[in-house]
């Protein structure tokens, strides 16, 4: 009998992590499609430095609005529930944008309002008009930038917590998150096979490519449902479980911030998180204001993100093998890894970048190209960036939050998931518009991105520290 039951139990942890890996490579999908098209539909239109407005005055209050209906309704709804109410308002959200919303586009601008409003603006910002004008892809970006934080950081990743343990987590999670995130190989070839059915047929074959893609999101995203609810059946009913819980969380959400601010565990991680944030933060904006000068047109721009999906991909299979490896050393090797690769790529980025010289004669021999070099070097800054950030840092990050109760489990990562992430980005976007309005634009304000980019390193690897001896404290006999 025994035997029997360890047998089952194999079996279903074998089960669960393949279905776990299938749910994050659906996210990963979706993600990607998202990420590609928020930006290729609205930076060619408006210009990279258009992102830190956006993400202050956007997408900060979206984030703040999810995590008070997320926390809302945990202390309402069973976990398996909360799962799919908070997933499904994406899914509506896609086709209703790629069908009615974006042929229609030039309708929904609010071009009497904006009359009065342009004469305010100071002229270098400007795109502000644009990001109005363009509501609704503003609205799409920080509905993209959302999916990252609340679907695959909080919802996927809460969900997958409640099944393991330490022990459990530190074998499954590197292979789960390699496997999951490794999916952008082929996301990225779809995407640039997709899009470039516009180059076929301009016009009317960019629309069709959305929504291709929207139909890709809404299926992936019912695939993820799926997935989850399998997961749920695979679990014991036992009534003491905590995944078995009729309600999530039971504290109101001001009782919930008190103890969650009293909890120096959750503040390192908290800490760790901001540092991330504002270091890639500076990184990316900083490449993609270069980037679009390179590629103005949706479709280029697009096409071109399609590769670096691919190349993240690859990059998550290499970092998702060194992840176990990493933590085998110890859990400090593991978390180190990701602030070490942003570095040794974004250096080197940053110093070509100030190098005002397009080109550079090679003794005589043939010119270099130093924008377009300094341009590759932002592209693999960016795809290791993300490689090595969905494989050891999440990885190292989501081991933190086993050891926890389930009300700093679910509401404390929904808080740093959403609310510290979001000052962290909304913090960086301003200092960002500070400069923007200083020099008029990000390119000739490349020194002080890198020097606010080496300060945020710093914090990370401090955070790191501190972090890796709480956790040891909770973890170790």
Known sequence: MTKTLSRDVAGNSN?????????????????????????????????????????LSVVMPSAFIFLITYSFLANRLSKRTLFAVALIPFLIWMPLFSLVIYPNLESFAPTA??????????????????????????????VAELWGSAVICILFWTAVNDFHNAQSATRQYPLITMIGSSASIISGPLLYYCVSREVLAPGSGWQESLKIL????????????????????????????????THTTSLPLLASARYL?????????ALVMLAYCIAINMVELAWKSQLVQLYPSEADYSMFMGKVAMI?????????????????????????????????TALPFFLLAMFQKSQVNF?????????????QVGMYCHALGKSAKYTLFDTTKEITFIPLDAE???????????????????????????????????????SWLAGAFILAIALWLVAIKHLGRHYHERTEP
């Open 113 to 142: 309002a904006l009359a009065l409003l342009s004469p305010l603006i100071h002229e270098h910002l400007q795109f502000i008009v644009g990001m109005v004008y363009y509501w609704p892809l503003t609205l799409f970006f920080a």
């Open 363 to 375: 003794f005589g021999i043939c010119y270099i190209d130093l924008t377009m070099i300094g341009l």
């Open 15 to 55: 089960s669960m992590l393949y279905l776990q890996i299938a749910m994050l490579s659906c996210c990963t999908f979706n993600f990607d499609i998202l990420w590609n098209l928020k930006e290729s539909l609205l930076i060619t239109r408006l210009g990279a430095e258009v992102i830190p407005f956006i993400k």
């Open 408 to 446: 700093r489990k679910y509401k404390g990562k929904a808080a740093i998931e959403l609310v510290v992430s979001r000052v962290g980005k909304s913090g960086s976007s301003f200092f960002q518009q500070i400069l923007i309005t200083l020099f008029g634009s990000l390119s000739l304000a490349m």
């Open 261 to 269: 601010l009293r909890c120096p565990y959750l503040a390192s991680i």
């Open 214 to 245: 929207s139909l890709l999101f809404v299926l992936f995203g019912l695939l993820i449902l799926l997935l989850n609810e399998y997961c749920y059946r695979l679990t014991p009913k036992n009534p003491t479980d905590p995944t078995n819980q």
């Open 312 to 344: 993240s991909g690859i990059g998550s299979l290499i970092c998702g093998l060194l992840t176990p490896t990493l933590l085998n050393i110890s859990w400090w090797a593991a978390a180190f890894a990701t602030p070490i690769i942003l570095t040794a």
